[in-house]
């Protein structure tokens, strides 16, 4: 059964910067797009960023395009969103997912939400200003 534990979510102030962990089990990891997603109050689950299964293609939502990194690392079964500049209106909780896709190329990212099977319980981030 697919785990995937959310971890680093907290209270930062505007302009600060925080890193989520999202680690996985019960999976052969490197079989997996990443991508982390975000729910704010009142509004729909909403793309972040997507990491292909080899690392090396990323997908960013326009909000976030030079302030996030999305990385993982195979051997740890770990992705990682770094996120910088961080304003209040990145206040949300922060969902890792997975898509399990043994038969997609290692370098294809995907940002569509109804693409990922498996969630985690998700971490709260909020930006204070």
């Known amino acids: 059964q697919v785990q995937l534990v959310e971890s680093g979510g907290g209270l930062v102030l505007s302009g600060g910067s925080l890193r989520l962990t999202c680690a996985a089990s019960?999976?052969?990891?490197?079989?997996?797009?990443m991508g982390w997603f975000r729910q704010a109050p009142g509004l729909e689950r909403e793309f972040v960023a997507g990491?292909?299964?080899?690392?090396?293609?990323?997908k960013y939502a326009d909000s976030g395009k030079g302030r996030f990194t999305i990385s993982r690392d195979n051997a740890k079964n770990t992705v990682y969103l770094q996120m910088n500049n961080l304003n209040p209106g990145d206040t949300a909780v922060y969902y890792c997912?997975?898509?399990?896709?043994?038969?997609?190329?290692?370098?294809?990212?995907?940002?569509?939400?109804?693409?990922?099977?498996?969630w985690g319980q998700g971490t709260q981030v909020t930006v204070s200003s």
């Open positions: 997912a997975a898509a399990d896709r043994p038969f997609v190329t290692g370098e294809y990212a995907e940002s569509r939400l109804s693409y990922y099977g498996d």
């Open positions: 019960g999976v052969t990891f490197s079989r997996h797009l």
């Open positions: 990491l292909s299964k080899n690392g090396f293609t990323t």
